[in-house]
């Protein structure tokens, strides 16, 4: 079998507050299926994320609440850490930008940066709150989103728009610390000078063509991050800093740059490459081979919140430094709304992962369950109670646990549960075999296209299928008079069954593990279903 190798980059979650499932619809369990998919078809896959403890978001809330960040980090990434595995998100390593490691690498990638002429150093005026003697980057500083007019955009972007935004261009800005008009005083820093790079950036993402080879399909890349990254490109891109005058982060590691770190979007996407290191390190793996080589494919996901950073800011930071894989698709999702609004922390308007799991114990793929099959992949979507328990009580009950159940119950009422034998086929046999056949191929290439919703959909259509079988024939009624039809209605029943247990695994882990329990399904892989 010819083994194909894979990283795949989950969105580094801020470690200042728990997960919503906003969060989760976003960019892990779309990643977790896809990971989850390839392993089973026997693929090479390194599964990265971790917690991002740097940049403002942070130092914010430790503010805030009156502690040193490096007390919040340490709180939101236990509880993070904890809530992605509860919940089945297997990560081959839940990693921290806060760790030596990872300062390492940032320090050692802005010094190659560097000295290839990556950055202009300029002095600007910027944001300054003269009460708490601070200058005001990302999210020390708010305003009126020029694009949408929300009140309460930062710095760095609108939360209500999705807009990437820089703090000259909020609309009557005010400092988020005292909430005074800031002035301006002049700094230093050191801006990545994007605008040098427009050329091959709109060839990379518009034609897949890098160095003037094929690179990658962009007819597979979802239109909203083409599109995006088409209209940012087209209105010309800006030099943007990648330092901030700060206290808590990457320290940048040349002279005359003291009381600065790394710009949190510098720094965060090196933290995918550190944790790979670290991985790599401890399961006696080279981490280049996950990086480098031309055999792997690299694939971020994301949210449609962070595509400007991972298609334009991070691609121009890997190929100025040299030898790096650039990605090969970055499915971005648009936004998981509740009850029919915008998911907010700071109005406390959301379903916090943590909490779901400890109140719905046992009910972690009725969630998943539902979240994939309302996800976010074209346009925003809706999460409601009212959908979540019509799609447990109407799909995962009536259709693929009946079926399960009725399987279980027959094999074990008739023969001890043991699997019967196969006789002579019928032509409605062979039908249902045939269909029965398709599923892998159908299910395994929606996920492979990154449609999720499309690849559970024909999930349960093969629920469906093995649910009219045993109705149209109704083999409890066949016993007594034609036991080897029955034999056979259920042998091909149990293959279904067998089938599900398979292509159940990316989607629902823990009801995939139970029935393969149940049918005493080991080692097995995705090409033994069908």
């Known amino acids: 079998m010819n083994v194909k190798r894979f990283t795949v980059t989950s969105a580094l ?4 507050g728990p997960l919503h499932i906003g969060h989760i619809a976003g960019a892990y369990l779309p990643a977790d299926i896809f990971v989850r998919y390839q392993k089973a078809k026997g693929n090479d896959v390194a599964f990265i994320c971790g917690s991002d403890e740097h940049g403002a978001a942070i130092t914010l809330k430790a503010k805030n609440e009156n502690v040193s ?24 390593i839940y990693h921290r930008t806060s760790d030596k490691l990872h300062h390492d690498t940032a320090q050692d990638f802005f010094k190659t940066l560097e000295k290839k002429d990556a950055f202009i150093k300029k002095m600007s005026r910027q944001f300054f709150d003269q009460e708490n003697n601070q200058f005001l980057a990302d999210r020390y500083i708010t305003g009126n989103c ?22 000259d261009e909020l609309i009557n800005p005010k400092s988020t610390l005292s909430g005074n008009i800031p002035i301006k005083k002049e700094t230093t820093h050191w801006y990545l000078t994007m605008q040098n790079h427009e050329n091959w950036l709109k060839d990379w993402i518009e034609n897949g063509k890098l160095n003037g080879k094929n690179h990658h399909n962009p ?63 401890d399961n006696e793996k080279n981490w280049e081979d996950y990086w480098k080589s031309e055999n792997t494919e690299l694939i971020h996901f994301i949210g449609k919140d962070n595509i400007v950073f991972h298609c334009i800011i991070f691609p121009i930071i890997l190929k100025t430094h040299g030898d790096y894989n650039l990605p090969t698709n970055v499915p971005a999702n648009e ?31 009725t969630l998943r369950y539902t979240l994939c099959a309302t996800a976010p992949e074209s346009k925003d979507t809706d ?40 006789y002579e086929l019928d032509v409605y046999d062979k039908d249902v075999l045939k269909k029965l056949q398709t599923f892998p191929a159908k299910i395994g290439e929606a996920i492979e296209k990154y449609r999720f919703r499309e690849g559970l959909a024909e999930f349960m259509n093969l629920a469906r299928l093995g649910n009219k079988y045993l109705t149209d024939i109704e083999p409890w009624k066949l016993r007594d008079t034609n036991e080897k039809k029955t034999e056979t209605v259920m042998y091909i029943s149990l293959q279904i069954a067998a089938s599900l247990a398979i292509l159940s695994e990316p989607f629902m882990p823990f009801s995939s593990e139970k029935l393969k329990t149940i049918l005493a399904l080991s080692n097995v892989s995705w090409n033994d279903a069908g």
């Open 13 to 16: 979650p801020y470690a200042n």
């Open 69 to 92: 960040p490096k007390k919040i980090v340490d709180k939101y990434h236990k509880i993070n850490k904890k809530a992605f595995k509860d919940f089945g998100i297997d990560f081959s």
């Open 146 to 167: 020029p694009k949408c007019d929300a009140d309460g955009a930062y710095g760095d972007q609108c939360e209500k728009c999705g807009s990437t935004l820089s703090p």
């Open 219 to 281: 007819n597979k890349w979802r239109s909203q991050v083409i599109g995006q990254c088409r209209s940012w490109i087209n209105a010309g891109l800006k030099e943007r800093a990648m330092t901030r005058d700060l206290d808590w982060g990457v320290k940048v590691p040349i002279k005359d740059a003291e009381g600065k770190v790394l710009y949190d979007w510098l720094d965060a996407p090196i933290g995918y490459i550190s944790a790979t290191k670290k991985w790599a390190g």
């Open 335 to 365: 936004f998981l709304n509740l009850e029919g609004e915008k998911l907010s922390t700071s109005k406390n308007w959301a379903i916090w992962l943590h909490e779901y799991l400890e109140e719905f114990k046992g009910q972690e793929d």
């Open 383 to 422: 999460f409601t109670w009212k959908d979540f328990q019509a799609r447990n009580n109407n799909e995962l009950v009536a259709i693929f646990g009946n079926f399960i159940n009725r399987v279980v119950v027959l094999t074990h009422k008739f023969w001890n549960g043991v699997v019967p034998n196969c």
